[in-house]
Nanobody
């Protein structure tokens, strides 16, 4: 499975961005989808996850209420809508696919496939 994240860029604090994660080479419905991020000098952290059936989204506390994860199984694409962005959201954002039939995971070591990241920079 190949994953390609896109949609990053430079935005002012309070602004919005929508990240996309296009997949190919596998059965998209077999995977829960996650977003992680890594800020400069920090470890990679969980951001959001959604089941294969696009329900029961899970969010890190730091983004809850501001970010929305979703997926379009027909387009084999996952999304991360990011609103009310803050400078501390600045990071490289990675999408990941997790082969599981039930629920989601917050742990990067449980992900099966990773895309290359897309950089999000939020200026103050």
């Amino acid at each position: 499975v190949q994953l390609q994240a896109s949609g990053g860029g430079l935005v002012q604090a309070g602004g919005s961005l929508r990240l996309s994660c296009a997949t190919s080479g596998g059965t998209f419905n077999n995977y829960a989808m996650d977003w992680f991020r890594q800020a400069p000098g920090k470890e990679r952290e969980f951001v959001a996850a959604v089941t294969w059936s696009n329900d029961r989204p899970d969010y890190a506390d730091s983004v809850k209420g501001r970010f929305t994860i979703s997926r379009d199984n027909a387009k084999k694409t996952a999304y991360l809508q990011m609103n009310s962005l803050k400078p501390e959201d600045t990071a490289i954002y990675y999408c990941a696919a997790d082969r599981r039939q039930w629920g989601t995971s917050r742990y990067d070591y449980e992900m099966d496939y990773w895309g290359k990241g897309t950089l999000v920079t939020v200026s103050s």
